[in-house]
């Protein structure tokens, strides 16, 4: 088929998770309930922190960023995935998949970079407390917020530059459940070699190298706390071994489906469903389960908005 610099494709067909009707409703019924469950928790943490005076910290603060960052991010794959579920064919736009693409990395992006600050506060806190409310100010917070949406926004926008470069003109079937970097750019009508190489420098090793410096950042962290007498010290093991987990969930599904060159591999639609579906909303709620205070600050607004509901009724 000869090449040529327009799109002719308007739409793509996602095969989906599994060709097995069987599996496909269990999968629907596991997720939905999964999702009717945590997606609500997610926004518990958020409505949490924003009434609660005492939670005020530059750790809440930005944990209720990442309950809100999780959030969003699991809404632009998973109700899709679950009405694709119950229909015979599952078709989306072009337009529809670069948007779908586009959300996916900004706000994925945000969400690494995030983490990075989130490691950055925990060590002013932990290695230099005496400087910790000079440099972690709300001003200063608000700043790292800024650049970590504009970091993630420069992030997607590269992607979907080097995507919308590409000509569409034969096959339309996508091997996944949702659009995103490997499955499209094997559609191309063209050499993809350069344009694959380049998007694994802007995904694949940008998360590598982020992965492994949090890894080092939260050693230097441990080790610094190991030696310390402090009697904050056991909180301090204990909030960064939450971190811990979440860079693993966060950044482990990611770096096997980026790291390496766009073939197709039989786990990677399972990894995919954990990183774009189950992770996301786990992450806030991980955090949240091994912070006292925030589960406290639950208490005390549940009791509170129980006791107002007998009151007026």
Known sequence: MENDNSTVVKEFILL???QSRDIQLLVFVLILIFYLIILPGNFLIILTIRSDPGLTAPLYFFLGNLAFLDASYSFIVAPRMLVDFLSEKKVISY???ITQLFFLHFLGGGEGLLLVVMAFDRYIAICRPLHYSTV??????HALLLALWLGGFIH???QVALILRLPFCGPNQLDNFFCDVPQVIKLACTDTFVVEILMVFNSGLMMLLCFLGLLASYAVILCRVHGSSSKGK???V???TTHII???LMFGPGIVIYTHPFRAFPADKVVSL???VIFPLLNPVIYTLRNQEVKASMRRLFNQHVSDFFLYN
């Open 246 to 248: 979440v860079i693993f």
């Open 274 to 276: 954990f990183h774009t």
């Open 238 to 240: 204990s909030t960064c």
């Open 234 to 236: 056991n909180k301090a």
């Open 16 to 18: 989906g998770l599994t």
């Open 136 to 141: 972690m100010n709300p001003r200063a917070c």
């Open 95 to 97: 337009r529809g998949c």
């Open 156 to 158: 997607s926008i590269i």
